[in-house]
């Protein structure tokens, strides 16, 4: 029976969530499965992976075939470099301690990467976040600078229409007071007359 390891999709539309699965090749990709060896999910970032490595060495050691997502997971994790080590102990090349060792410092370096890029990724937040909230700032600010131009600007327009009609009224008193010289005129010229 030809065996793959391989993902079994789990989760709802547009959220998937994988089983990492040891299953016969001819069964349907959520079908059947002989053993759960670990689970993916995507939706995170860094990606959340949890794998049984000497379980995945124990399949892999008995023919089991990875697909190509899979085997990219099982090499992220260790699993191929320790069935490569468990081979050079069985052919006499290491010895069961040392190649223990150089898996432990394998995976100590890994998970200093991974803590690496997680930082990485806190930082780059905070400052989008900082740089959304500083843009805010400004925008807030000129917002609140056109509103006061505006008000500005409708008071000198009011106070404008205002001195308008305090003018006009000075005017219409010119006016009332040409037109009141022009009678007390014409009044001097009928009284010459007459």
């Keep these: 029976m030809p065996v793959k390891i391989r993902l079994q999709r789990h989760g709802k539309k547009g959220k998937p969530f994988y089983w990492i699965v040891a299953a016969d090749a001819r069964a349907k990709r959520d079908g059947k499965f002989l053993d759960k060896i670990g689970i993916y999910n995507p939706n995170t970032n860094p990606a959340t992976i949890e794998l049984d490595v000497d379980g995945a060495v124990k399949w892999l050691q008995n023919g089991a075939q990875p697909t190509d997502t899979a085997r990219a997971i099982l090499s992220y994790k260790g699993a191929l470099l320790k069935k490569h080590l468990a081979v050079g102990v069985r052919k006499g090349a290491l010895t069961e301690e040392e190649a223990e060792k150089k898996f432990q410092a394998w995976l100590e370096e890994k998970e200093s990467k991974i803590n690496a890029k997680k930082e990485n990724l806190t930082k780059e937040e905070q400052a989008a976040k900082a740089k959304a909230l500083e ?19 409708a008071a000198a327009a009011e106070a404008e229409a205002a001195g308008v009609t305090e003018e006009g009224e000075p005017e219409a008193n010119a006016e009332e007071q040409v037109d009141a010289d022009t009678a007390e005129e014409a009044k001097t010229e009928d009284k010459k007359e007459a």
């Design 135 to 153: 843009a805010e700032k400004e925008a807030n600010a000129k917002r609140e600078a056109e509103a006061k131009e505006a008000e500005e600007a």
